[in-house]
């Protein structure tokens, strides 16, 4: 690490001191939960024995639009348990004969365009970690694992049970979680808990204990206590495996090649070897099933990021991924297995106590003969020690490992890749006891062959988020040789300078919730601090009670280009590096209320281009549904760019037309179009799914990819597969 770098890193380490352990800011709310003796049956009515004996919890606090009373809609919940299972009722009243707001019945539903019930459960009350359970009201399932004291990962699907049963003046939520799909430690009498209510009708949010408004109900720092009348049952065993079968056939027309019908097997298996650690392996995996990247136009002089949506790497992910900043992440799972198939893996995850975390994930891929590409090993080590009262520090050990290295590179010359890439990683993550103050500081250091020195990265931030101000301070360093080859960094050999401040005004009345400046800043320097390019945002945001949004922005930016750049990204030609641009934009973004059948957003940019030229920009994303059954949307991206020769006047079309039919809560179809003008490709995806038993599937899916002048076929695909759920 470079002297000269130092002074800024450490002093943001000493300002993360003022997190200091409080008492937790609900702690005085509290439900009790005692133990039935007589059978729950779990379909939405409340006529069982163990709701008429058990407590409620009501009287829910208005976190949206204001956090300054108790909720207008009335929410009653009760809890109650058995040797197997945690129960749980909840009431959500609603005035007579009125239509619930529902987007579809599908599983994992989006939380704003929804009237929704969730729990939140914090078993080890470290207010970090826990589970989330829910449904909306016409009863499409809600399930995931909590991390960061508040954020949800939705992929983490388990086996339990619900009813929602609907009335005329209120919904009734009941379930049934079974004890063996939770992690928690046997004899702690008390757990963190918290219910959210969502109601778009009124355009109101609420939760049980109270949360300011400027966090999600998730926040594990705001639950209340949950006292058990005796320890909660000895967790039992929770195995499973999940055999897959698959059978494709696909066609690439422009080389005239066809596979065949041709079969694959593979499984995964779910090992609980304690009341807070989980092993999963995978032999084979297959992900044909996940949803298709949605493209854009790319503008852009470096990488684009696209999510990871298979879901053995999202399942507790939060251990691998979510360490470093968005553009600067040593662990990239999108990295294992897209261009080379996955021969298995393994995964250990969760907790060793109340305070250390682990995760060790181990993956082998095969090579690729066509690519020249060699089989690897992937090796990642993870490790989150809590500190203080919410805060912890991060420990990670990543190791790519070409298994047949010696072989392939006989006939390379030059070396087309490394025999290995290490990354080490140290970082620590703030968050104070009322989640007023968030931050975090990292160090990385790689370490690949022939690559020695100035191969650190550093970044640290440190956030204050009130009801009126939003204040953030953030620094990075990546150097010049700086590798991961298994992670997300764009960029390298850089110094990076990004604050940001907003302001937020309430208004008492009118149709204005509130309205505020924010600017935002990104300052490029090179590692001897000379000025490589800077982007200047100001823009102003209007919040309105019905949840419209409306943004408008001016922007400056400056680049001195690196290396050549074609500012259309379509191969005609560069700007050379070292040139300069400097242009300015405006624009405005809007978004409609999320309660209306019919629902839309608009975004414009128009201003200045690399080369002295102009761009025009308009996105919209139009959305209709049926409810809950049929949501259509479309989605439209034009870009116009006004350049000298040799570019001219250049136009992209973008547009991506989506179907999601939901027969019930077992029955799916999803029809996605993509038409990409930029990368003259129209594709075409269409998935059936059927959950015939609680998360046994099987899929059909069909893929295509057409030239858009003549709708001549490129490549074509069908996968049908089936998995098996097997609790043992």
Partial sequence: ????????????????????????????????????????????????????????????????????SHAKVKTSVKVSYDDRNFYLLAVCYKQPHEVNMVESLKRDFSFSKNDNFLVFIDPFEDQTTGFSFGANADGAQWDGTMYNGGSVDLNWDQKWISAVKNDSDKWVFEAAIPFKTLRYKKDMMHWGINFSRNDLKTTEKSSWAPVPRQFPTASLAYT????????????????????????????????????????????????????????DLTVHPDFSQVD?????????????????KRQFFLENGDLFANFGYSDLQPFFSRRIGLNTPINFGARLSGKLDKNLRIGVMDMETSGNETNGLPSNNFAVVSLQQKVFKRSNIGFIYIDKTALNYDELIKDSVPNPF?????????????????????????????????????????????????????INAAYEYVGRNYTAEVGY???????????????????????????????VTNYFFDTKMNKTDYENVLSYLITFRSKATLSVLGQNDYVRLLQPFDPTNTGKDSLPAGSIHRYTLTGFDYVSAPQHIFTYSAS???????????????????????????????????????????????????????????????????????????????????RFQWRYKPASDLFIVYTDNYYPENFIAKTRAVVIKLNYWLSL
């Fill in 489 to 519: 960094v764009p960029r390298k050999d850089y110094i990076k300078l990004y604050p940001q401040i907003a302001r937020y005004f309430f208004p008492r009345h009118g149709i204005v919730l509130s309205h505020g400046p924010q600017f």
């Fill in 224 to 279: 209340g206590t949950l006292l058990w009348d005796s320890a909660p049952p000895k967790p039992r065993s929770n195995i499973s495996v999940i055999p897959y079968f698959l059978t494709s056939t696909s066609k690439d027309f422009i080389a005239n090649k066809s596979s065949g019908i041709m079969g694959r097997a593979g499984a995964d298996a779910k090992f609980t070897f304690s009341t807070a650690l989980n092993l």
């Fill in 292 to 308: 298709v990247d949605q493209q854009i136009t790319n503008l852009s002089r470096y990488e684009l990021f696209f999510p990871e």
């Fill in 604 to 686: 414009l940019r128009y201003g200045g281009y690399y080369a002295k030229g102009n761009i025009f920009t308009a996105s919209s994303t139009v959305g209709f549904r049926v409810q809950p059954y049929v949501n259509i949307s479309l989605y439209a991206n034009y870009s116009n760019l006004y350049l000298p020769q040799p570019w001219g006047n250049t136009h992209f079309w973008l547009l991506g037309p989506r179907i999601d039919i939901t027969f019930t809560n077992t029955l799916f179809f999803t029809t996605y179009i993509q038409y990409n003008q930029q990368q003259n490709n129209v594709n075409i995806n269409a």
């Fill in 418 to 470: 490394n025999k290995y890439n290490r990354n080490i990683g140290l970082e620590y993550n703030l968050a104070s006891a009322n989640n007023i103050f968030t931050g975090r500081a990292l160090l990385l250091k790689s370490f690949t062959p022939d690559k020695n020195g100035d191969d650190i990265a550093q970044a640290s931030n440190l956030q204050y988020s009130s009801k009126h101000w939003l």
């Fill in 1 to 68: 690490m470079r002297a000269s770098h130092l002074p800024i890193f450490l002093p943001v380490i000493l300002l993360f001191q003022i997190d200091v352990a409080a008492q937790k800011k609900n702690a005085a709310f509290s439900i009790p939960i005692h133990k039935t003796l007589k059978p729950v049956i779990i379909d939405g009515v409340e006529d069982d024995s163990a709701w008429q004996e058990a407590e409620p919890a009501g009287n829910f606090f208005m976190v949206l639009p204001m956090d300054t």
